[in-house]
């Protein structure tokens, strides 16, 4: 099946530009662009709004009404989902890893705002009870008569990634349109996978020579590096197309972790103050300000070149950016 023959709800306001980072960039030692997929615009916009219209129109052909998926505190794939369920009437259910907090900040206050049930999980539970959990909601949608549709973390998914399969078919139209050659490395934030999956796939299709990094802003049990050649490897068979993955294939940094998920990093934290200082752009501590300063650091231990052509994919996230107010602000103390 051809991408364009998948069913797809729009969602986002796309295309989302592509903006010179010529300040930013020339202090790294790069020519830095910035796909600005933080400006997709429905429930506060953010590259994940990409993986639901193809998993929204799959769920509304199912004629679903209870939609199902998990994150942690401020993740912004539960922020999107909880809105595009309202957006198609159906009931947003969240189980989210971390107990319940005292206030709702950033991501979870739009949670609520969008009617979004919450059902909170000890941080070390998480990883055995999860999958058990939200199929005990599916279970209980189910006895009421309603149908359940259970979205992975992070819309992680082949039907998911092809939400960047089409997102690298835009940016080569984009380039195409101005004359500007491919970049060499395209660069994104991993968390779940199904984003850096899609790219890879769809590199194949459009831009064959550019790089493919994935900077890591959690662990993960299994290589992030064969979790993603496996899904890349399924979303590829879903287009019939011949070419795979392995792990060996599949370019992910891993140094830029910090204490760990959800958990700010001195260099991260150092990323946001920068982006904002020299472009006036937004990152968050989750997500966005971890993977550039894996740029940064990447171009400073030369593995990725100095004067080389980097897109960055910018994947959203400012709303988690205000419950670390205090943190971000810690230079003001005194």
Known sequence: MKLEELPRLSLGYLPTPIEPMERLGAEIGISLSVKRDDFTGFGGGGNKVRKLEYLMADAVAQEVKVLITTGGHQSNHAR????????????????????????????????????????????????????????????EAEA?????????????????AMGYVNAVKELSE????????????????????GTLAGLHIGCS????????????????AVPFSDRIAAMANAGAALLDLKKRWTGADIRIEND??????????????????????????????????????GI?????????????S?????????????????????DLAG
Not at 144 to 160: C, D, M, N, Q, T
Not at 256 to 267: D, F, K, L, N, V
Not at 296 to 308: D, F, L, P, T, Y
Not at 314 to 329: K, N, V
Request: charged residues 15%.
């Open 205 to 220: 299709l459009y831009w064959p020579n550019t790089e493919v990094v994935g900077i890591a802003v959690t662990g993960s």
């Open 310 to 330: 980097v897109l960055f994919i910018h994947c959203g996230g400012s709303p988690a950016l205000f419950p670390y107010a205090r943190l971000l602000t810690s």
């Open 80 to 139: 999107m989902t909880a809105a595009a369920a309202r957006k198609f009437g159906m009931k947003p259910i969240l189980v989210l890893r971390g107990n319940r907090p005292d206030q709702y900040q950033g991501n979870l206050l739009l949670d609520h705002l969008f009617g979004a049930e919450i059902d909170f999980l000890d941080p070390d539970a998480y990883f055995t009870e999860i999958n058990p959990r939200m199929d005990h909601h599916a279970a």
């Open 144 to 160: 009421r008569g309603e149908k359940p549709y259970i979205i992975p973390l992070g819309g992680a998914s082949a039907l998911g």
């Open 296 to 308: 940064m650091g990447c171009v400073e231990n030369g593995s990725i070149a100095k004067s080389s």
């Open 256 to 293: 830029y972790i910090g204490p760990g998920y959800s958990i700010p990093s001195e260099a991260g934290n150092a990323a946001i103050k920068l982006a904002g200082n020299r472009e006036g752009m937004l990152l968050d501590p989750v997500y966005t300000g971890k993977a550039f300063a």
């Open 174 to 193: 984009q380039y195409m349109a101005v004359g500007t050659p491919a970049p060499q490395y395209l660069v994104a934030p991993v968390g779940s996978g």
